[in-house]
């Protein structure tokens, strides 16, 4: 038995079978195909509910870019404790010369299409092909996504708007597109959902995610067994 199925096998006798059956039913709800990239978002009450909506609709991966901006999720009572069910990466300006390229290049090497929102596009959410992975790119509360942003982009999508105002504020926005998107990928003949192996990785997450100081379980787990 290999490292990591012996730690799913120790974690897994700290938590409830409810907890273990949940877990289970929602890693198959688990997706890749859509993941999101923050550009420079600051404003707590924002970030904390982007979080909060990728995790209620399944998507898995979030990019987090800061340039000029720390990214502060700390609106407790709005991400509900989302962000460890997430996976969270981060690009920062003190550790590499170009954050958004850094991420974008990355990501484009990987399969994905990068997609900005902009309320001058003519794609909109239902007409967005679907046929590779897509990252929604969004940005600040006051400026929105940088230039640099938009020329990295592929395509930009707008969302539809009968109102005075131009544009959503943006955890409005992500929502709306996140909810579109995922809706459309789980009614497509498409490889949406996680691998068996990425199913197991993130279960050990989950599971370590679950119970109280898990580092030092882990550690005197594996002290025990003689793997340290």
């Known amino acids: 038995m290999d490292k990591q199925k012996k730690l799913i096998e120790y974690f897994s006798g700290h938590l409830t079978d409810s907890r273990k059956i949940l877990i289970e039913s929602l890693l198959k709800e688990r997706t890749r195909y859509v993941s999101v990239v923050l550009e420079d978002i600051h404003q707590s009450l924002n970030a904390s509910a982007i979080l909060r909506s990728c995790d209620g609709f399944g998507v898995q991966d979030v990019h987090i870019i800061e340039q000029k901006n720390n990214f502060i999720e700390i609106k407790r009572n709005i991400a509900m404790g989302t962000s460890k069910w997430l996976n969270l990466k981060y690009y920062k300006s003190a550790t590499l010369e170009n954050p958004i ?39 600040t509360e006051d400026e929105g996504l940088t230039k640099e942003a938009f020329d990295l982009a592929d395509k930009t999508i707008k969302i539809p708007m009968y109102g005075f105002a131009e544009s959503f504020n943006v955890s409005v926005s992500a929502a709306l597109c996140l909810y579109a998107l995922t809706t459309r990928i789980r009614a497509l003949n498409i490889a949406w959902q996680l691998t068996s192996q990425e199913q197991e990785e993130l279960k050990l997450l989950w599971y370590k995610s679950s119970v109280v100081n898990p580092e030092f379980h882990e550690r005197r787990f594996l002290q025990e067994q003689g793997l340290l």
């Open 101 to 139: 390229k850094t991420a974008i290049t990355g990501l484009k090497n990987n399969g994905y299409t990068i997609v900005a929102t902009s309320p001058h596009a003519t794609d909109t959410l239902e007409t967005l092909s679907l046929d590779t992975k897509v990252a929604l790119l969004f940005g």
